[in-house]
C-alpha cells in the first residue's frame, strides 16, 4: 500500500543526507570526533567529501559546496549554501550521557527541547555552522 494513497510505490525510509562544509576535513574530524561516527573511506587534507554509514542503509554525507555545484562529476549537480540540519537519533536512555559527552568535548548546546509529545532534542553547531539535532523519544507524536 501507498502512504499517500495516490498509487505511487512506497518510500522505505531517508537513504542519505548530505551537509555541505567548505572545510570537509574538519567537519568530518567533527562528526568522528565528537558523534563517533567513522568515515567509509580516509578524509585527507583537502578532501571535498566525506561518507559515513549510520545504521545499515542510511549514509551522512559531507560535501564542499563548491565542488557539489559542478558537473560532470557522476551524480547530478546539486548542493546549498548556508545552514543546514541534521537530526540523529538517540536512545532516551542515553540522553544524559550524550549532553555529558558533549559538555566534555567542548561543544557548545545551543538549545534543548523537551517535545509535548514527551521527546527531547540536544541542537549544536558543528563547525560549518550546520545545526545537528541529538533527538530521543517520540519528538513528532502521532
Not at 28 to 52: E, I, N
Not at 105 to 123: A, C, D, F, M
Request: charged share 20%.
Amino acid at each position: 500500500m501507498d502512504q499517500t494513497g495516490n498509487g505511487a510505490p512506497p518510500v522505505r525510509q531517508v537513504f542519505e543526507t548530505v551537509l555541505y562544509a567548505a572545510d570537509v576535513p574538519a567537519a568530518a574530524a567533527f562528526y568522528a570526533g565528537v558523534l563517533g561516527l567513522r568515515p567509509l573511506r580516509p578524509v585527507g587534507a583537502g578532501a571535498q567529501s566525506a561518507v559515513f554509514r549510520l545504521g545499515p542503509e542510511c549514509m551522512l554525507l559531507l560535501f564542499d559546496p563548491a565542488w557539489s555545484e559542478r558537473t560532470g562529476r557522476g551524480a547530478p549537480h546539486h548542493g546549498t549554501r548556508g545552514q543546514g540540519h541534521v537530526a540523529l537519533r538517540i536512545a532516551e536512555a542515553d540522553y544524559d550521557a550524550w549532553r555529558g559527552w558533549l559538555v566534555a568535548k567542548g561543544v557548545e548546546i545551543e538549545r534543548e527541547v523537551t517535545w509535548e509529545p514527551g521527546g527531547r532534542s540536544i541542537y549544536f553547531r558543528d563547525p560549518a555552522g550546520n545545526s545537528v539535532e541529538l533527538a530521543a523519544g517520540d519528538v513528532w507524536g502521532g
